[in-house]
């Protein structure tokens, strides 16, 4: 019923920078809050930055300041820009999307595959 696609992970020294993206399309009424999490080595999911239809951001503590999370509503989008990386920062990055169908009432969250972020040190 819904895809979502993230792209632009890659490796990357540290302090330097990456965007990523993420699509959601599919039986799309609209889409409530979009998101980023990561897993690190050993870690569990954590939430790293939110983003809500009305521009509202969350952004975890530790990458405030160096992450921009925006979005595009049109294109179903988000993106997380990621400057000054370090390498506690590498972890498989997920976007997630809360819709709401075409087709079924309710608010559904839809993940996506991950994409890969490593920096080197």
């Known amino acids: 019923q819904v895809q979502v696609v993230e792209s632009g992970g890659g490796l990357v020294q540290a302090g330097g920078s990456l965007r990523l993206s993420c699509t959601a399309s599919?039986?799309?009424?609209?889409?409530?809050?979009m998101g980023w999490h990561r897993q690190g080595p050993g870690n569990q999911r954590e939430l790293v930055a939110t983003?809500?239809?009305?521009?509202?951001?969350n952004l975890k503590d530790s990458v405030k300041g160096r992450f921009t999370i925006s979005r595009d509503n049109a294109k179903n989008t988000v993106y997380l820009q990621m400057n000054s990386l370090k390498p506690e920062d590498t972890a498989i990055y997920y976007c997630n999307a809360d819709v709401r169908l075409t087709n079924r009432i309710g608010t559904f969250r839809y993940w996506g595959q991950g994409t890969q972020v490593t920096v080197s040190s």
């Open positions: 599919g039986s799309i009424s609209s889409i409530n809050a």
């Open positions: 983003v809500t239809s009305g521009g509202d951001r």
